[in-house]
């Protein structure tokens, strides 16, 4: 009998020191799971950071290049506080789209045509955009549409590039106040003018 209460005991022991192994070894996988989870986290929002300062410093470049090149046009054309804006024209675009359309191929070449025949004259491009995305997409977007333009007179009319300044005010010169597709539509565009010398 007493032999028997010793087993029972052992066995006692026994099954309770296995069930706490079983609890450590669950404890350490929980913990091990939250820690891997909780470390890619970190990486993640690490990740976040640094494509957010990558965007930053892109902008900024772009900010610099914008400046020089306006520098550039303004050096170039001596005496430029005595200009004159000779010719205005606009070109609009489709949504999201930096696509020189068909109807606005016949704004740039009359603005192309004045460049020629105007060899002292300059040209500020000001790209728009409609409300739609964020600041600084529609900035960048702004940007493009304005590219657009000013390669558009470069490649089918040889337009020197430092006759030629850029802007991008993407959303925040908006004139439409409108919240619809028409009005929108209005937005989405570069305004061009021509400046020379008085004759």
Excluded: H
Aim: aromatic share 10%.
């Amino acid at each position: 009998m007493k032999r028997f209460a010793l087993f029972s005991v052992l066995g006692l022991v026994i099954i309770v020191l296995a069930a706490g192994c079983a609890t450590k070894s669950y404890v350490n996988k929980t913990v091990g799971d939250e820690r891997v989870r909780s470390d890619a986290a970190v990486a993640q929002v690490g990740q976040d950071v640094a494509a957010t300062k990558a965007e930053l410093e892109r902008l900024n470049s772009l900010a610099v290049q914008l400046d020089k090149k306006t520098d550039l046009a303004i050096n170039q054309a001596k005496g430029f506080e005595a200009y004159q804006v000779i010719w205005e024209g606009e070109i609009f675009f489709e949504f999201n789209s930096d696509k020189i359309t068909v109807e606005a191929q016949s704004i740039l070449d009359e603005a192309g045509d004045k460049m020629i025949t105007n060899r002292s004259a300059v040209m500020e491009i000001a790209g728009f955009c409609d409300p739609t995305g964020s600041d600084n997409y529609n900035l960048e977007l702004g940007n493009r549409r304005s590219d657009a333009a000013k390669y558009y007179l470069v490649d089918n009319f040889g337009v020197n590039l430092y006759r030629m300044f850029m802007v991008s005010y993407g959303e925040r010169k908006a004139v439409e106040t409108s919240d619809d597709t028409r009005s929108y539509a209005k937005e989405r565009k570069v305004k061009m003018k021509i400046w020379d010398k008085p004759k």
